[in-house]
């Protein structure tokens, strides 16, 4: 049986000091790639292990059954380059798991919690752990007044975030247009390389597009970051900067307490659009078939959402097989601009 809201918001609660992994350091140097599941972890731990390749010292695989192959390929790389291998996974075949941890949406702190320790970032670890202790109180379900994570959910709702951060800290776009989509049900956007060209340019041909559009800078803001924001306040809605926590000026621990806390604004979303913030059915089936556990054909994918017809089904003026207005040289602007959409079918 799938975790109900309540469920998600009480393993969300009961997170902080939750890691009961090994904490014994390895041996250095240090490297960490990810894949599947561990993809997210293995991003946000960058700040700890710059390397993602090791010729000795400890090379760290996160994965998940579903990636099970390319975790065997870069271990045995790691392996014949001389490094000693930990294979951290939420599942699989013994062989290729050394170091269990839950799964599901939250693996991501156990996964970065066990490296952490495991490189002899111990201290960081345990700041993150303070870190997030002190959120998990201010963003409680029982905190109606005041609850940041609720308070932003409230922001969130019915628009296409935009996602920003310093370059130092990339991961922390990818970790929330994750929990967004996965615990969230919800589409963002982050916008990644060279943030000024984005912004300055993307709303230029269509300043409707701009309209209940919000952004989110994720962590410190650098120089380029604070001309975006002045550039993107022109031509947006709303752009909300949302800074390390009190205590922590980045970092490893901020960042892991960034995503937590996108964790809890993701469960508040699901919540304000009446949806589930647990893992939808199709994902545990797309990844058992990825795993080897099953056949595509249980994925059930195929089948058309209910009140949606498949594009073979239309009539041809609907998909414009015979829709002459694309030939009418003498359609106006005022025409084209009719059937552009509203700002409730852009968000």
């Not at 490297?31 to 010292?57: D, K, P």
């Not at 000693?84 to 996964?111: F, K």
């Not at 800290?169 to 996965?182: E, G, M, Y």
């Not at 249980?298 to 594009?311: D, E, F, I, N, S």
Request: glycine content about 10%; some cysteine; proline content about 6%.
């Amino acid at each position: 049986m799938a975790p109900s809201r309540s469920d998600v918001l009480r393993l969300l609660s009961a997170l902080p000091g939750s890691y009961g992994g090994p904490t014994r350091p390895e041996t250095g140097p240090f490297a960490v790639v990810g894949v599947g599941e561990g993809t997210l972890a293995a991003h946000l731990l960058t700040s700890l292990i710059g390397t993602n390749f090791a010729r000795t010292g400890t090379q760290f695989v996160l994965s998940s059954a579903d990636a099970q192959d390319a975790a065997r390929t870069y271990a045995e790389i790691a392996e014949v380059a001389g490094a000693a291998v930990r294979r951290v996974s939420t599942g699989g075949q013994p062989e290729d798991v050394d170091v269990l941890i839950p799964a599901g949406a939250l693996a991501t702190y156990h996964y970065a919690q066990f490296v952490a320790y495991a490189s002899a970032h111990a201290e960081e670890a345990q700041a993150a752990e303070t870190l997030l202790a002190a959120l998990a109180a201010r963003c409680a379900p029982e905190v109606e007044e005041g609850n940041p994570a609720r308070d932003l959910a409230w922001s969130l709702w019915g628009r296409v975030p935009l996602l920003l951060a310093a370059p130092d800290a990339d991961a922390l776009p990818h970790a929330w247009q994750s929990l967004l989509a996965r615990t969230g049900k919800t589409l963002a956007v982050p916008v990644t390389g060279d943030a000024l060209a984005v912004v300055t340019g993307a709303f230029e041909a269509q300043h409707e597009k701009g309209d209940g559009r919000i952004a989110l800078i994720l962590g410190e803001a650098d120089a380029a970051l604070h001309v975006a924001r002045e550039v993107l306040e022109s031509r947006i809605d709303e752009v909300v900067h949302l800074p390390y926590p009190a205590g922590s000026e980045g970092g490893y621990a901020g960042q892991l307490a960034l995503w937590y806390f996108g964790a809890w604004v993701a469960a508040y979303l699901a919540e304000r659009y009446d949806q589930s913030p647990a893992d939808p059915a199709i994902l545990a089936r797309a990844q058992a078939v990825l795993a080897g556990e099953a056949g595509e054909d249980t994925l059930g994918a195929g089948r058309p959402a209910p009140g949606r017809r498949r594009a073979e089904d239309r009539d041809d003026e609907e998909v414009g097989g015979g829709d002459s207005r694309w030939d009418d040289e003498d359609d106006t602007d005022d025409d084209l601009d009719d059937d552009l959409p509203g700002r409730d079918d852009l968000n």
